[in-house]
């Protein structure tokens, strides 16, 4: 059984740096093919994909976050980590990492088999 599982800082200054970091279990984020990628949404809002790291540790980055956002992974633990700088407001959101589905150009295309985590949610506030 496939599980992911988000952790992350929850609350977060304006102006500051987060980490998160997708653990996840029943796979490897280095078995062919898979894609690990980080999804948000906003109080009221859709979800957005954010960016990807692939099998072979290629990253993906939404244009709208790519001068922010940093996606790397630790093999040795199975985990892939989103770090965002810069956090305003508007980064408040849930964030979630899933496995599957690819990565065309920029945009993130879901298999509709791929695994999710439950979320963690992060605010920005002074």
């Known amino acids: 059984q496939v599980q992911l599982q988000e952790s992350g800082p929850g609350l977060v200054k304006p102006s500051q740096a987060f980490t998160l970091t997708c653990t996840v279990s029943g796979a490897s984020i280095t078995t062919n093919y898979y894609v690990g990628s980080w999804i948000r949404q906003p109080p009221g809002k859709g979800l957005e994909w954010m960016g990807a790291i692939s099998y072979s540790g290629t990253t993906y980055y939404s244009p709208s976050l790519e001068s922010r956002a940093s996606i790397s992974r630790d093999t040795s633990k199975n985990r892939f980590t989103l770090s965002l700088n810069s956090a305003t407001p508007e980064d408040t959101a849930t964030y979630y990492c899933?496995?599957?589905?690819?990565?065309?150009?920029?945009?993130?295309?879901?298999?509709?088999?791929?695994?999710w985590g439950q979320g963690t949610q992060v605010t920005v506030s002074a």
């Open positions: 899933a496995l599957g589905g690819d990565v065309v150009g920029t945009k993130w295309i879901p298999s509709g088999e791929d695994y």
